[in-house]
């Protein structure tokens, strides 16, 4: 609430509408953006419409934060075991026109979304290790599910995005391998095997229900692999993912990872550090 009001004083402070609209262009923080897309909504009083953002920013970060980064605690331990996929992104990531500064590559939005491999391997990684990898819902009424199965009035409804990222039905018989090629296509989707423009080529969301699917689907999907993305590039183009972490290289690994299970699929202890 104090950072909303300071923020709603520097945004008063400014005398005429053209500095009004200037410091809000200037801050692109989420709070300022979701402050001007809200400046149009009519609220009771100030005290709502500071509890309408508080609460918005609130479970954006909360939605935002951990899921990520489980999702990059994963991607590592993945990658650190997988040094021909690791090559792969390493090699997409040096051909990128990233701009450089002295200490680091920084990737734009574009070149970001340029990153198709890179994409496949965040993608692949989560349907194996989902962030969120049961999800629930409360039925108000009784329903017949597209099957045939009854559910009653007020039953929990629950799907497992982890159950069913390693189910053979649905991913087929190499579905516990960790092969982002599957999710790579060529250019045009013709199923040519023309190899010359090989990019990203999404599952049907209901397949792969790592963010949810339908009406209330993650609305932090598209900012989360600009997260995930820019930081995988930049740590990989600096760093070596080195083996000697506990990745799952060997199948006994991959059959018993360091699970701990909260809302969020964490690891045990975190990724180990050298
Ligand atoms: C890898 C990262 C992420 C995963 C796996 C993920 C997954 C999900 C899932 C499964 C839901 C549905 C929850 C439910 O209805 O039961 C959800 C909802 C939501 N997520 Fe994410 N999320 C991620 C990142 C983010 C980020 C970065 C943001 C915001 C910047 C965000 C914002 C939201 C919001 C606002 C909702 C609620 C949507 C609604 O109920 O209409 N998420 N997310």
């Known amino acids: 609430m104090d950072i909303i009001i300071s923020k709603e004083e520097r945004i008063g402070s400014a005398a005429t509408e053209r500095e009004n609209s200037d410091e809000m262009g200037r801050d692109r923080d989420l709070l300022s953006r979701f402050m001007s897309s809200s400046a149009d909504l009519e609220f009771r009083d100030r005290e709502a419409e500071r509890k309408f953002l508080r609460d918005i920013i609130i479970s954006f970060v909360l939605a935002g934060k951990d899921s990520t980064s489980t999702a990059l605690t994963w991607f590592f331990w993945l990658i650190a ?4 996929c690791e090559r792969e992104i390493l090699k997409e990531i040096s051909s990128a026109p990233a701009s450089t500064t002295s200490e680091v590559k920084i990737f734009s939005y574009d070149e970001l979304k340029s990153l198709h491999y890179l994409h496949a391997a965040v993608t692949e990684s989560m349907r194996l290790f989902p962030p969120v990898p049961i999800n629930s819902r409360l039925t108000v009424d009784e329903d017949v599910l597209p099957d045939g199965t009854r559910v009653g009035k007020r039953w929990f409804a629950d799907y497992s995005a982890y159950a069913m990222g390693r189910s053979e039905k649905v991913w087929g018989p190499d579905c516990r391998e960790f092969k982002p090629e599957r999710w790579m296509g060529d250019g045009d989707g013709d199923g040519d095997g023309d190899h010359q423009n090989v990019r990203f080529r999404p599952s049907d969301q209901w397949k792969y229900p790592v963010f949810h699917s339908g009406p209330r689907m993650c609305l932090g999907k598209e900012m989360a692999y600009v997260q995930m993305k820019s930081v995988a590039a930049a740590v990989m183009a600096e760093s070596e993912v080195l083996p000697a972490v506990d990745g799952g290289e060997s199948a006994r690994r991959m059959a018993d990872p360091p699970y701990t299970l ?13």
Request: a positive charge.
């Open 81 to 84: 075991a997988h040094p021909s």
């Open 262 to 274: 909260s809302w969020l699929l964490k690891m045990r202890g975190g990724l180990p550090d050298l």
